[in-house]
């Protein structure tokens, strides 16, 4: 049958949802620029909204405004919340963002987090009473000195030595306290992103096809390690600061009168108002500097992975002027920043040695006024180091406050980016459905009979049976009426493809470059929803049913072992364990891998990425064969995937599919490949297809 891509009337369509991707920033104006979006559907994923939910309840809140927005009319509303703050700033959407991370951070009252963070306040209240005895030892000192009290002098000297033991104790344990609570919170923030960018394929979707959220990988790692630890240093002062000004006051105002406390807080206040403005641009900059440390180290990332092929075509010259780019462009930010972060320092340490003196200026008022006259030099030199104590303490709480505008600056920005990620993740669940309104969420048909399959052919397989495949074809998918496109263009790859795929019935799928083959399989696989059309999958998921080979397959990191076993961790059993350790190494015979059992020491020795990052793109290949092998999946999606193989280890690798049981779904370029196959899918690079028997 063959079917042309203009025969039906429903591309008109595409102008609709070509708009659609377009309000939310999915593709460019231009078909061939920027990064483009795309959806992830199929295989369950647009869950529930409860099963995103975390403890804090921060993804179901922005979980219910985005279905509201959808329903709206509105959402490209939300989807710009990302560039809203793409340049940070205090005001609403700060604070918005800054609280929806502390109800993360805060699971519950009765948590760990909050155990330790009560501890901490405690911990900081107790190190300022003692560091209130500690600032009163030199006025009792003058005192006992000035008397001449042998006796006192001892007993101050042994008080004094218990105050500093104590203060060691206090802030020591406080310190160790502060970072328990920074690593703790890091896990929680991280686990709850991780929640959300594991979750079915919306890692897939925020690092290859959205362009709203730059480098996610810093943003994971550098961002919220900063993000936390600046925070966890920051809270405490903040929290415990206004009791600790309130008692100073009180000591200040009965000491020195009310020019004393007020004379401090007008300082505070024309300090604030100064380092607020000097504030503002060093937010904007450091947001610009993440974003351009991420790029500098992905630049360095991908020649570090890529190093073999960059030599192979004398590329490196063209990679150090990019590098060089790319610095360039950190640096120029850089040196905004420290110009910005060098006015707001001026600013910081003026205040901070004005207000070293001031505190000499309100005892002068006292002492010229005439308020202790009365007094000798001993009991003046007493009363001048307790208030200058006093004054000066007091003085330094508000300079304090002042001097974490730097500190503040930076997690203000870095809470702006961490926000915009967790905003887009949040969005995948619910965007697709504004963005692809003709694919249906309930793409899956009945599993039962694919699961007799399924259990028919283990049975075959566990009796030794000559018969590797079952007579009967079960349907896998059924495809209708489907055209799809890629996310970075607006012109469709393949239009109004009708076609059931079997489990049994072995499928090759063929076309020139960029007819959208591999396109097919990201369908298939629920990477990218059809643009119009409908995809029904009978399967259940896991690699038993239906195990996929890309172009470029994933080595993990670990073991030999959990190499083969993926997408799987390996069994505990150690029963089970020396079965497969059997089956893995039978296979490496088979595919003439041996020498990489023999290179890393046994199937369970940590292996370095260097040595997976050696292989040759052949036994990558072999490798990924291996996996379908290990696993028996009923279906094996296969994408070039003998590409880089001679003709007579892929007749091996395809004849062992078949003796398993294996249906193939192929493509490939080479003849050979299509005697192992039942049925072929010719795409013709302008929309249309045919379908014919081998």
Not at 31 to 39: E, S
Not at 480 to 501: A, C, G, H, K
Not at 671 to 692: A, F, P, Q
Request: proline share 3%.
């Amino acid at each position: 049958m063959n079917f042309d891509r203009d025969t039906r009337s429903t591309v008109v369509n595409v102008d609709k949802v070509v708009k659609v991707r377009r309000k939310h920033g999915f593709i460019q104006n231009v078909t061939t620029g920027g990064r483009g979006g795309g959806g992830g559907s199929g295989d369950n994923l647009f869950r529930s909204t409860s099963e995103f939910s975390t403890a804090s309840g921060y993804e179901n809140e922005l979980l219910e405004q985005q279905h509201h927005a959808v329903k709206s009319g509105s959402l490209h509303e939300l989807g710009s919340e990302a560039e809203k703050g793409e340049h940070g700033g205090v005001g609403r959407l700060f604070f918005k963002r800054f609280l929806k991370i502390n109800l993360i951070l805060f699971t519950s009252l009765i948590s760990l987090p909050m155990f330790l963070f009560v501890s901490l306040i405690l911990l900081c209240l107790l190190g300022e009473y003692v560091i209130y005895r500690m600032g009163l030892v030199s006025s009792q000192y003058y005192k006992v000195l000035g008397d001449r009290d042998l006796d006192g002098f001892w007993m101050h000297t042994a008080t004094t030595g218990g105050i500093i033991v104590a203060i060691c104790i206090v802030k020591s344990t406080r310190d160790y306290v502060a970072k328990l609570l920074t690593v703790t919170w890091r896990q929680i923030l991280c686990q709850a992103i991780h929640k959300m960018y594991f979750c079915r394929f919306n890692h897939y979707q925020l690092n290859v096809l959205d362009k709203m959220i730059d480098n996610p990988d810093q943003r994971l790692t550098q961002d919220v390690d900063k993000f936390t630890n600046i925070y966890g240093d920051i809270l405490p002062k903040f929290i415990i600061a206004p009791f600790v000004i309130a008692y100073y006051s009180y000591e200040a105002f009965s000491k020195t009168g009310w020019y004393g406390p007020v004379a401090c807080f007008v300082f505070f206040l024309i300090g604030s108002i100064v380092n607020r403005f000097a504030m503002l641009p060093v937010v904007k900059y450091v947001v610009q500097q993440e974003k351009r440390e991420g790029n500098f180290r992905f630049i360095h990332m991908l020649v570090r992975v890529n190093s073999e092929s960059i030599s192979f075509q004398d590329g490196s010259r063209r990679e150090d002027v990019k590098a060089n780019a790319s610095l360039d462009k950190l640096v120029k930010t850089q040196s905004r920043l420290y110009f910005r972060q060098y006015i707001l320092n001026i600013c910081i340490n003026l205040y901070d040695y004005v207000g070293a003196i001031l505190s000499y200026l309100i005892l002068a008022v006292a002492i010229f006024s005439g308020a202790y006259d009365s007094l000798g030099p001993t009991d003046l030199s007493v009363v001048i180091s307790e208030n200058s104590f006093i004054n000066l303490y007091l003085i330094y709480q508000f300079s304090q406050l002042v001097g974490l505008s730097v500190k503040l600056a930076e997690m203000i920005g870095l809470t702006h980016r961490i926000s915009q990620m967790l905003e887009r993740l949040c969005e995948f669940n619910v965007i697709w459905k504004d963005l692809f309104p003709y694919y249906n969420e309930d793409n899956c048909g009945d599993y039962s009979k694919f699961e007799v399959y399924r259990q028919n052919r283990i049975y075959k397989l566990s009796i030794d049976s000559e018969e590797s495949y079952i007579n009967e074809l079960i349907p896998a998918w059924e495809l209708q009426n489907v055209s799809y496109s890629s996310p970075f263009r607006d012109e469709m790859l393949v239009s109004d493809l009708t076609i059931t795929i079997y489990a049994g019935q072995s499928l090759l799928i063929v076309g020139g470059s960029s007819a959208g083959k591999s396109s097919l399989l990201r369908i298939l696989r629920g990477l990218w929803p059809p643009t119009l059309g409908r995809v029904k999958r009978f399967y259940p998921p896991g690699p038993e049913n239906a195990f996929y080979c890309p172009q470029k397959p994933y080595l993990a990191v670990g073991t030999l072992r959990e190499q083969i076993c993926f997408p799987l961790q390996p069994t505990d059993d150690m029963n089970q364990r020396v079965i497969d350790a059997g089956i893995i190494i039978n296979y490496l015979k088979l595919l003439n891998l041996n020498h990489i059992l023999d290179r890393v020491g046994g199937i369970d020795i940590d292996v370095s990425w260097s040595v997976y990052e050696s292989l040759s793109p052949g036994e990558i290949q072999r490798l990924c064969f291996l996996r379908v092998f290990f696993h028996k999946p009923v279906l094996a999606i296969l994408d070039e995937s003998t590409s880089a193989l001679p003709q007579d280890m892929e007749e091996i690798l395809y004849k062992e599919c078949q003796s398993l049981g294996v249906t193939t779904i192929s493509v490939a370029h080479r003849e050979s490949v299509r005697k192992y196959h039942d049925k072929i899918l010719i795409l013709d690079s302008c929309g249309g297809w045919t379908l014919n028997d081998i």
